[in-house]
């Protein structure tokens, strides 16, 4: 099918060397041939794909810039239509007034995310490999990035196809044998369904497993430091983070707001939040802090219990565990160079938290930190080492629905139920699975997934 023309500045606003202007469709090199003054001439009929032609874009005797533009030829480029990228000068002026003049003698403005939906409707990438691209540019860490790449290649690990595979074959079969009910194969295909089904939900639950802990490295965990006032909570910021990033003195309260940041702790991406110190006050600007404090702990996945006591809680640190209810806590005794903690004895105080036992202020045994994040939300699905397919929130989602209608079979057969109902949530679970790479996938959804690209990917 072809699609109208269409032009996007493929690259960000500011000041750069190189900006990159975009065009794809049917006429693109017929479009860029009336600009584009090359300084050693070429035949346009016989130009190579995947080449660079220095020279200048000039329009009615008007210089626009000087440019480097790279020719790709259809089905051998991003979208698999004709393309034409133009290399020229960065800022904001020379690569607008490029577009402009594309715009003006034909071509459209790309819509968020087009080039990389033409390149899905054209048969280039899987809707899967098309997620990979903008996951790709929005990676926060090494193993997210990994993730990504290995979905964008499309050749490794894709475990989701092989199990549709199975189940398609699956139904032919048992829809040959509802079609035959003479050859009196009933039970033989009911054992076969159920041995078949059971070996797929044990895959897909791992599949979602992978999904789970991918989020982590994808998204990170939104972590909240909490404590009384003067515990070390700011210190422990700085010393995750290397840097001074939160006001540290003696004086009670200095924190009077949530202070973000991101840290690569043990491999895991943290959303640390420094919040004020959680106390009674009658400062009401201390107090907005500490109201703050509290709305951040309901917000959070984790939250790191800050104290330097060694001794039973006071009031005060009880009522903050106690807001932590149903929370993912690690419990860090600070100060851990100037108090003699009693480790057996507090670790038994703090159960079912995990305890850790640090100084922030000298930045010793954070490691210890990273072990127990990662004990707490990583089971060691994804090998450390190896680049594994990890799907994303919206993969999750298709698996847990597939994985619903497979049930459902298991329960059909339960009840003694024919094969045609079986069938139903087969192709169910199959149609769900199918979504993931975009084989049966609405408009609807489309566009939602694209809407979230920059215009010119």
């Not at 599949?207 to 990170?220: D, F, M, P, Q, S």
């Not at 038994?348 to 010793?364: Q, R």
Request: net charge negative; proline share 2%; charged share 30%.
């Amino acid at each position: 099918m072809d699609y109208p023309l269409i032009c996007a500045i493929s690259t960000p606003e500011g000041i750069g060397g190189i900006a990159i202007v975009r065009l794809s469709g049917e006429g693109s090199w017929a479009l860029a041939k009336k600009v584009f003054r090359p300084h050693t001439p070429f035949s346009w009929d016989e130009a190579q794909g995947y080449h660079l032609h220095y020279g200048h874009v000039i329009f009615r005797d008007k210089i626009y810039d000087e440019v480097l533009m790279a020719l790709m030829r259809k089905d051998h480029s991003y979208t698999k239509e004709e393309m034409v990228e133009f290399q020229c000068h960065g800022g904001r002026l020379a690569a607008h007034r490029i577009m402009e003049l594309l715009l003006a003698l034909g071509a459209k403005l790309a819509l968020p995310g087009e080039f990389t939906k033409r390149a899905f409707f054209n048969g280039r990438i899987d809707l899967s490999q098309a997620e990979a691209v903008i996951e790709t540019i929005h990676a926060i860490d090494e193993k997210d990035l990994d993730f990504s790449l290995t979905r964008l290649k499309g050749d490794k690990g894709r475990n989701f196809l092989r199990i549709r595979d199975d189940l398609i074959a699956l139904i032919a079969e048992t829809e040959a044998v509802i079609d035959f009910p003479e050859d009196g194969l009933d039970d033989t295909v009911a054992d076969t369904i159920r041995r078949r089904v059971l070996k797929m939900v044990e895959e897909i639950d791992r599949e979602i497993a992978k999904a789970e802990e991918g989020k982590v490295y994808r998204h990170g965990i939104a972590t909240v430091i909490v404590g009384k006032t003067n515990v070390g909570k700011s210190s422990l910021m700085n010393a995750l983070l290397r840097e001074d990033r939160a006001i540290v003195t003696e004086i009670p309260g200095t924190t009077r707001d949530v202070i973000e940041d991101t840290v690569i702790l043990e491999g895991i991406p943290i959303r640390l939040m420094d919040t004020a110190g959680i106390r009674r006050t009658d400062d009401p600007v201390e107090k907005i802090g500490v109201d703050r404090s509290r709305e951040s702990l309901q917000r959070a996945e984790l939250i790191l219990f800050v104290t330097d006591k060694d001794g039973e809680f006071d009031e005060e640190e009880k009522d903050i565990l106690s807001a932590c209810v149903g929370k993912k806590v690690i419990v860090i005794f600070n100060k851990e160079d100037e108090i003699d903690y009693r480790h057996e004895q507090r670790r038994e105080d703090i159960t079912p938290h995990k305890g850790v036992f640090l100084s922030a202020k000298k930045g010793t045994h954070l490691e210890d930190l990273g072990h127990a994040v990662r004990e707490l939300f990583l089971s060691g699905v994804i090998a450390e080492n190896d680049n594994e397919w990890v799907g994303n929130l919206r993969h999750k989602e298709s698996f847990m629905l597939a994985k619903n209608h497979l049930l459902e079979v298991l329960k059909a057969q339960e009840m003694g139920m024919p094969l045609d109902f079986q069938v139903i949530d087969l192709r169910g679970a199959a149609e769900a699975l199918g979504e993931i790479g975009g084989e049966t996938i609405s408009m609807e959804i489309l566009d939602r997934i694209f809407s979230d690209f920059c215009i010119g990917k």
